[in-house]
């Protein structure tokens, strides 16, 4: 009699991002209802967190990870150098008590925000170099890529992508980048993000409400952008700051919203901002509410009429909810999402934001929202669809008879 396939969910998980948690929460509903009888870990940067949100048993993707608190920067230097060395044994350890290992969604492969060759890229190459040796068959679902100039993270990418069992990509720039880094991709698929699959919660009654979601992000630039990170920072919240003023001085009731912990300083900088120069509107104007899940933000965009947001599952929450968005884009997936759901005129770049043109946008966005939003609905309808063709593609890819390779038979269970 066989057993059910052990599986692993890889991912930056449990640091309260929440948009790679949306993508978790929806690989994880799909492997429950299609796959009950199949044991789940979920192997994180933030297990702890995990398993009190979820109750399912985690572990930390390193051996440094649950090492790094309270050390001195020598000492968490040495660490780091020995935890690299360490990962060479423990990672095939843990990857060879597993069928399959699959990491959902997520842009895994891009450096569009800050990113070191030795964290994350050389984590993931050593799982998916350990998943091919031993038999274990690795899938990255749903990722994003795009194509980096620092040559190591983009022989680590390629090499792991090389090295998958199955491969998908949430937009056809992800899959053209794995190409550019000599992928052979002719076989791999693009399918919609996987958050789209989650539920989402009814629609707020009533008329509008002349509320708008300003979605705000801790953005300090990509890799080129090391040496003048706070140069960046200081001039993306000073211009958001800006169009916060323009909102609350137009009446509009403002609610804003993060995707992860880091953007909390901005949010407390224009906060602080309003109640100093708007001391009469900025408590009566401002709604501050961190959301602690998906679902949770989904719920507060249930209330806006319409979003303005730059991290990309805010915007993606938004348009989950057929809100019409303005996208303040820091990659070109965002750009991509966009344009899919016929708000292509609806965006700017991050690097170059032009608030009064972004006054422009908002205001031709506020009269022709009653048309769009059908537009919108149609479209999820399609990315619907198309999710679940690709569970079904998953299931016949990942969870067939498996045959381990020799080399699994010669580790001796620990």
């Not at 104007?285 to 949770?296: I, K, M, T």
């Not at 965009?301 to 805010?314: C, P, T, Y």
Request: charged share 25%.
């Amino acid at each position: 009699m066989s057993t059910a396939p052990r599986i692993a969910i890889l991912g930056l998980l449990g640091s309260g991002n929440l948009g790679n948690h949306a993508s978790f929460e929806a690989m994880l509903g799909f492997l429950r209802e299609q796959h009950p009888d199949s044991p789940i870990t979920c192997v994180c940067s933030g297990p702890e967190e995990v398993r009190r949100q979820y109750g399912i048993p985690s572990m930390s993707i390193t051996w440094y990870e649950p090492r790094r608190a309270g050390r001195g920067r020598l000492s968490s230097r040495a660490a780091k150098a020995f935890g690299k060395v360490a990962d060479l044994v423990r990672t095939p350890l843990w990857v060879r008590k597993y069928d399959i290992v699959i990491v959902p969604g997520m842009g895994v492969l891009e450096t569009t925000l800050q990113l070191r060759p030795w964290g994350w890229p050389y984590a993931l190459f050593l799982v998916f170099l350990s998943g091919r040796l031993l038999g274990t068959r690795t899938a990255l679902v749903d990722v994003g890529a795009n194509v980096t100039r620092e040559l190591s993270i983009r022989w680590l990418f390629g090499t792991t992508a090389r090295l998958a069992t199955y491969r998908s990509y949430r937009d056809e720039p992800s899959r053209q980048a794995l190409a550019t880094m000599g992928v052979d991709v002719s076989g791999d698929e693009v399918y919609p993000d996987l958050a789209f699959a989650l539920p989402r919660p009814p629609a707020a009654p009533g008329a509008p409400s002349r509320t708008v979601a300003l979605g705000v992000m801790a953005y300090r630039g990509a890799n080129a952008d090391r040496d003048r990170s706070d140069e960046v920072y200081t001039g993306y919240v000073g211009r958001i700051t800006e169009f916060a003023r323009w909102l609350v001085d137009e009446g509009y009731r403002v609610r804003l919203i993060t995707g992860d912990p880091s953007d909390q300083e901005v949010v407390s900088a224009v906060v602080d901002d309003l109640r100093r120069t708007r001391p009469g509107l900025a408590d009566e104007r401002l709604v501050n509410e961190p959301a602690a899940s998906f679902g949770e933000l989904m719920d507060q965009l249930a209330g806006v009429d319409l979003v303005v947001a730059s991290r990309f599952h805010n915007v993606l929450a938004a348009l989950k909810l057929a809100i019409p968005t303005i996208s303040i884009s820091y990659a070109a997936k965002n750009d991509v999402l966009l344009a899919e759901t016929r708000l292509a005129e609806f965006r700017q770049p991050i690097q170059s934001l032009d608030v009064q043109r972004l006054i422009e946008q908002f205001r031709a966005l506020e009269l022709r929202a009653p048309q769009l939003r059908p537009e919108i609905e149609h479209k999820l309808t399609e990315y619907t669809d198309a999710l679940g063709r690709q569970y079904g593609e998953l299931s016949s890819a990942l969870f067939g008879p498996v045959r381990r390779h020799r080399i699994h038979a010669l580790i001796k269970e620990a």
